[in-house]
């Protein structure tokens, strides 16, 4: 009989959605089970990245159990605006936690609970279990919500005040927790600031193995015999796509060249209108997980923009899978972050700050004449990830944690 077999994982995102926390969220929790694990999780209904309720769980009732590959999932349904403002992700935040109040007694006793964050709020919830279980209390943050909120100049007025009063439960959370994990180094120093609640570095992860098949093919939406540049993710606030526009200004005078978008977010409507005059950009709807190895691979290269503002409140987890496609990447950001750090230390790619829109298209154009480069690159960028990043390392590693908590 293993330790702490018993995990109740909480958080708003878990399958169907199969990008960004979801899509790790849901591997955590089935892997747990492959190794014997009795696992629940307390989740919303998937609606992101469209910001929409899945067609498929629209008519479902409120309250709604089932088990998928061995997970025995309890899910509220949860407010979703389409329009996500402040004061809507806020009602969003509230509906999730107080209709998931009522799962939190529709689940067995569990010895570990395991809230992950974002939602903060979702660390209360594993707070009320601990109480009422006398389990231990994992909390694992994703992204430091409140902080990049603050970080990227979205507060005035009144909006302070509800900021304060989530920091205080953001605080509150953190320090009744047995232990609490994040995904970068960074953020671990940020965390140490915020609590003396022993720490743990839970690295995102990526299944290498997915990228290894030599059968991939083409993707459909990267058929062209152009130098193909692809950015795959959440078309959100986060990145920086007013320098993708300027990037944008400046191939548009390179030949040979084709721009592909696959991605959906807040953000994409505004998007989708400034890219209507460029002939050479194209934008697809998010593929499934299972065609993301083939789509990643059939690029030349990958595109991430990032604000340089804000330093390491996030860690983002597609340039794993950018970096596995065994392909090279251009990414921005800040230069004290730990991204740029990777990149230094794989040779996969190169790192810029927000403003090297010339060094960018250089550098695009040295790689599109050079496929020797590209092929170099590439290799170092996937042999990074195998070795610090692969799914079950980081996941066995993982168990052993929570067997001594």
């Known amino acids: 009989m293993k330790l702490n077999n018993k995990i109740s994982i909480i958080g708003i995102n878990y399958y169907p959605e199969d990008s960004a926390i979801g899509l790790y969220t849901t591997q955590k929790a089935e892997y747990l089970v492959s190794k014997g694990f009795e696992v629940s999780v307390i989740t919303g209904f998937p609606y992101y990245p469209q910001w929409e309720i899945r067609e498929d769980y629209k008519s479902k009732p409120y309250l709604v159990k089932e088990t998928i590959n061995g997970v025995k999932v309890f899910r509220s349904k949860q407010y979703v605006p389409k329009d996500p403002t402040f004061v809507k992700r806020i009602i969003h935040l509230s509906s999730f936690t107080f209709g998931n109040f009522i799962n939190l007694f529709r689940i067995s006793k569990p010895d570990i609970v395991i809230s992950i964050i974002p939602f903060t709020t979702s660390g209360l919830l594993g707070w009320f279990l601990k109480k009422r279980y006398g389990c231990k209390h994992l909390v694992h943050i994703q992204d430091f919500e409140f902080d990049a909120a603050i970080d990227s100049g979205l507060l005035d007025g ?40 022993s720490t743990y570095y839970l690295t995102n992860w990526i299944d290498v193995e997915a990228f290894s098949n030599i059968n991939l093919g083409t993707h459909r939406y990267l058929k062209s015999s152009c130098f193909k540049i692809l950015y795959s993710g959440n078309i959100g606030a986060k990145q920086d796509w007013d320098l993708f526009l300027k990037i944008l200004v400046q191939l548009e005078k390179v030949e040979n060249v084709e721009v592909v978008v696959v991605g ?3 953000e994409k409507v505004n998007l989708l209108r400034a890219l209507k005059q460029y002939s050479f950009v194209k934008h697809f709807n998010l593929v499934p997980y299972e065609e993301l190895p083939q789509l990643l691979s059939s690029a030349d290269l990958h595109i991430l923009f990032q604000k340089t503002d804000v330093i390491d409140t996030v860690m983002p987890s597609k340039i794993l899978g950018m970096m596995a496609s065994e392909k090279p990447s251009i990414v921005t950001g800040n230069m004290e972050s730990e991204v740029s750090k990777v990149f230094e230390e794989s040779q996969g790619g190169f790192y810029f700050n927000g403003n090297s829109v010339d060094e960018i298209i250089n550098q695009i154009n040295i790689l599109k004449a050079d496929k020797m480069l590209c092929s170099k690159l590439g290799t170092g960028a996937k042999q990074y990830v195998l070795e610090k990043y692969s799914k079950n390392k980081v996941l066995d590693m993982f168990i052993d944690k929570i067997q001594n908590l």
Do not use: H, R
Request: aromatic share 4%; glycine share 10%.
């Open 158 to 197: 009144g909006k302070k005040s509800v900021i304060k009063l989530l920091q205080k439960i953001e605080g509150f959370v953190l320090d009744k927790a047995d232990i609490v994990s994040t995904i970068s180094y960074g953020m671990i120093n940020k965390l140490k600031q915020k609590t003396k609640t």
């Open 264 to 266: 959906e977010g807040a």
